[in-house]
Structures are given as structure tokens and as C-alpha cells.
């Protein structure tokens, strides 16, 4: 069994995260890879966390992610991030802030 996660409030924080392919299969080839990194871009800025190195191989992936501590936005700013309409949608957080 893990230990939990700890979590800290009002700091920045650095998270090693591990995904596997169920049963361990193969199925993470060139293209997968590259539609994968794409992903983690596009729902890190959405997040507002920074991917900072990341590894990808056949069958899992590690990917170590900066949290910044969260920033005041008001309504509308959420809203655009929501919408995909943020300034920046790629650095949105430092954007903002």
C-alpha cells in the first residue's frame, strides 16, 4: 500500500505521476506517444500546473508536475479558461496572475 500523497496549501509543490497501460500491453507506439504529449500540454495549461520532464515508454509514462499555489481569479477569467479563451491558453496562470 502507498503512502498518501502530501499535499501542500499556499506553496508551490513538485508530484511525480505514473500511468501504466492495463496489463501491461505494448500499446503506446510513435503516434500514441506524440497525441499523449500533446494531451498533457493542452491539460496542463487548462490546470495551471507545469509539465517540467516527462517520460514515455510502450506500455506506462512518468511525468513530474509543478502546482503552483492557486491564483485569485475572478469569474470571468475562470470562464475563459473553461471556454479555451484564456490570453494565453498555453501559460494562462502566469497570464493572470
Same mark, same amino acid.
Not at 16 to 25: A, D, F, M, N, T
Not at 71 to 87: F, K, N, R, V, Y
Given at each position: 500500500?502507498?503512502?498518501?500523497?502530501? /499535499?501542500?496549501?499556499?506553496?508551490?509543490?513538485?508530484?511525480? !505521476?505514473?500511468?501504466?497501460?492495463?496489463?501491461?500491453?505494448?500499446?503506446?507506439?510513435?503516434?500514441? /506517444?506524440? /497525441?499523449?504529449?500533446?494531451?498533457?500540454?493542452?491539460?496542463?495549461? +487548462? !490546470?495551471?500546473?507545469?509539465?517540467?520532464?516527462?517520460?514515455?515508454?510502450? @506500455?506506462? +509514462?512518468?511525468?513530474?508536475?509543478?502546482?503552483?499555489?492557486?491564483?485569485?481569479?475572478?469569474?470571468?477569467?475562470?470562464?475563459?479558461?473553461?471556454?479555451?479563451?484564456?490570453?494565453?491558453?498555453? @501559460?494562462?496562470?502566469?497570464?493572470?496572475?
Amino acid at each position: 500500500m502507498r503512502m498518501a500523497r502530501i /499535499k501542500l496549501v499556499g506553496e508551490t509543490a513538485v508530484y511525480h !505521476c505514473i500511468s501504466r497501460v492495463v496489463g501491461g500491453q505494448m500499446l503506446l507506439d510513435s503516434l500514441g /506517444k506524440e /497525441k499523449l504529449v500533446e494531451l498533457l500540454g493542452r491539460l496542463s495549461a +487548462f !490546470c495551471g500546473v507545469e509539465v517540467v520532464p516527462y517520460a514515455m515508454m510502450d @506500455n506506462h +509514462f512518468h511525468v513530474l508536475v509543478r502546482v503552483p499555489p492557486p491564483p485569485e481569479l475572478s469569474d470571468e477569467a475562470l470562464l475563459d479558461i473553461q471556454t479555451g479563451e484564456a490570453p494565453d491558453t498555453h @501559460n494562462w496562470l502566469h497570464t493572470i496572475c
